[in-house]
């Protein structure tokens, strides 16, 4: 059975920083490509970041220089490690992982206001 837990969301004022965190498990981690996606209210899910299994990454236009996403092969885990957030950053974040078929994690929560 395939999981993604995606921990680390929360509630921050802006221009803080937050790491997300995505466990997989039942899968040969090194193998999948890796991404983050994002939904805010009312609003479509949008890739915010990946990493291929090589380590090429891509990042959205308004995300970039400020996240950075990572993976630890041994420890099956990507990460999402977020900096400057702003309030439209809020959303819930969720991991996927793709090869020949994908899975999701489940969302969390993120959100940046005073």
């Known amino acids: 059975q395939v999981q993604l837990v995606v921990s680390g969301g929360g509630l921050v004022q802006p221009g803080v920083s937050l790491r997300l965190s995505c466990i997989a498990s039942?899968?040969?981690?090194?193998?999948?490509?890796m991404g983050w996606y994002r939904q805010a209210p009312g609003k479509q899910r949008e890739s915010v970041a990946s990493?291929?299994?090589?380590?090429?990454?891509n990042y959205a236009d308004s995300v970039k220089g400020r996240f950075t996403i990572s993976r630890g092969n041994a420890k099956n885990t990507v990460y999402l490690e977020m900096s400057s957030l702003r309030p439209d950053d809020t959303a819930v974040y969720y991991c996927?992982?793709?090869?020949?078929?994908?899975?999701w994690g489940q969302g969390t929560q993120v959100t940046c206001s005073t």
């Open positions: 996927r992982a793709e090869r020949q078929r994908e899975y």
């Open positions: 039942g899968i040969i981690f090194s193998f999948y490509n």
């Open positions: 990493i291929t299994s090589g380590g090429s990454t």
